[in-house]
């Protein structure tokens, strides 16, 4: 599908009654990205073992201990799921749009039964409502709720976690989420964040590469920027900028290697002024994974 077609329809559904429940239909129906397929899950498994991995390294408690939060739940729980099946008890999920539904849930606690990754216990048995979620599985799953203001009690969260969101948020917003998690960390508490810095129309269009979206003034990039596919287009240096200016520091980090092809593709693009104050370097970072802690809480 051309980018520029599923940025226009995905800008009418943000603009039209029912947009959500037309946008979940598009999806499931013409993109086909609903729901998730074994290896979609096992990439995830695999990323919330990355996750848990980095956690274990800060954390001054077992995993059986700590209170989880994330935020930006998703669809289908596959990274809240993952989390239970290495070893998370408690979780706090929070979404600012409601887009759980029962039959994607199952559908993906179904697939854990033939993924290829070797985990402690698998979810397994359909449920009957969302309801179950805590029961089950420890998992206490909240929206409409904004991230911004959560209404958790302060300092009630071991580790926060997020992965593919904060690239979906204006930088306001992701600073006011910021803040609010050091609101609701323990000073012993840690982040984990995965960001991917790529357009994700790349992902739909193979005739665009992961920079395509560096190209565009502001003006011009809203018109393919609807709500429902919102990219902020920051670069790692900014949200490094961001945990710095919120009173986080930064405790591990991982980067995707820039290879030789990288910096060509970013080199031959026709960049916008915003995006000229960047070295090809800086600008060519496709993901990384960061670990944070509170300033001035435990060393």
């Known amino acids: 599908m051309h980018w520029r077609v599923k940025a226009l329809v995905q800008g009418v559904f ?33 990323r919330a073992g990355r996750h848990l991995a980095q956690v274990r390294r800060h954390l001054y408690r077992p995993l059986e201990d700590a209170v989880f939060f994330e935020f930006g739940a998703g669809w289908d729980l596959g990274s809240p799921l993952s989390f239970w099946a290495q070893g998370v008890r408690r979780q706090v999920l929070v979404d600012i749009r409601d887009l759980l539904r029962l039959d994607i849930l199952n559908h993906t606690i179904g697939l854990f039964s033939r993924i290829a990754t070797e985990l ?5 048995g359909a449920l009957a ?3 179950e979620l805590g029961p089950r599985f420890g998992i206490d799953y909240r929206a409409p709720c904004d991230a911004r ?33 050091r ?11 995965f960001i991917d810095y790529q357009d994700h129309y790349s992902f739909f269009d ?6 395509n979206f560096l190209r565009y003034s502001e003006p011009i990039w809203s ?21 710095d200016e919120t009173g986080f520091d930064v405790v591990e980090e991982h980067r995707r290697p820039v290879s030789a092809e990288d ?12 995006f000229r104050v960047y070295s090809p370097d800086e600008l060519a970072i496709k993901e990384a994974m960061l670990v944070l802690r509170p300033r001035g809480g435990a060393a």
């Open 14 to 46: 943000s603009r039209v009654p029912y947009g959500e429940g037309l946008n979940y239909w598009f999806q499931r129906h013409v993109t086909h990205s609903l729901p998730i397929n074994a290896k979609g899950l096992d990439e995830i498994v695999e």
């Open 120 to 124: 402690p216990r698998k979810p397994a």
């Open 129 to 131: 409502s969302i309801a």
């Open 149 to 181: 203001r959560t209404g958790l009690p302060a300092r009630s969260l071991d580790c926060v976690t997020s992965s593919e969101t904060l690239e979906h948020i204006p930088p306001d917003d992701i600073r006011a989420i910021l803040i609010e998690c």
């Open 183 to 193: 609101r609701c960390l323990r000073e012993d508490g840690v982040m984990s964040f």
């Open 206 to 211: 193979g005739n665009i590469s992961a920079y």
């Open 223 to 243: 018109l393919y920027n609807p709500s429902l596919h919102y990219q902020n287009r920051l670069r790692h240096k900014d949200y490094l900028r961001l945990f």
């Open 263 to 274: 910096l060509a593709l970013v080199s031959r693009l026709p960049l916008d002024t915003r």
